[in-house]
């Protein structure tokens, strides 16, 4: 079943940035997947330099995507990597020290621009 980005995880961006300019400092370098078991796809975080890099590691013909949120209140942004298993993309953020990151990862379809949203994994906030 193909579920694709909603206007709730949209919407819900704005109740997330109130929620999260009052978290304390969260992890510094983190690693999140997708929800199933294999972690088809990977993004990892390194707070030097605000960097993402977005694994697609499972050949099963999805793109690994990553969504992130920041604290000016825009999100998702999203990050794709359609050029298959054993692939990564980076993408390097500009963000101010100490300034948070909030993000998942899933699997979508590149071409149609189309988030699977069962495929999700859990979100993590990080700082730079």
């Excluded at 980076?90 to 300034?99: H, I, R, V, Y």
Aim: proline share 5%.
């Amino acid at each position: 079943m193909r579920r694709t980005l909603s206007r709730p995880l949209v919407v819900g961006g704005a109740a997330l940035v109130a929620a999260l300019s009052a978290t304390p400092a969260a992890l510094a370098d983190s690693t999140r997947c997708t929800a199933d078991t294999a972690c088809a796809g990977k993004a990892s975080f390194k707070s030097l330099g605000e960097v993402f890099t977005l694994t697609d590691q499972v050949g099963d013909g999805h793109s690994a995507v990553l969504l992130y949120w920041l604290p000016d209140g825009t999100g998702p942004h999203l990050v794709w990597n359609p050029n298959g298993k054993g692939t990564s993309v980076t993408a390097n953020l500009e963000l101010g020290e100490g300034s948070w990151v909030h993000y998942r990862v899933c699997l979508g379809e590149h071409g149609s621009k189309d988030v699977l949203e069962n495929t999700c994994g859990a979100p993590i906030t990080d700082r730079a």
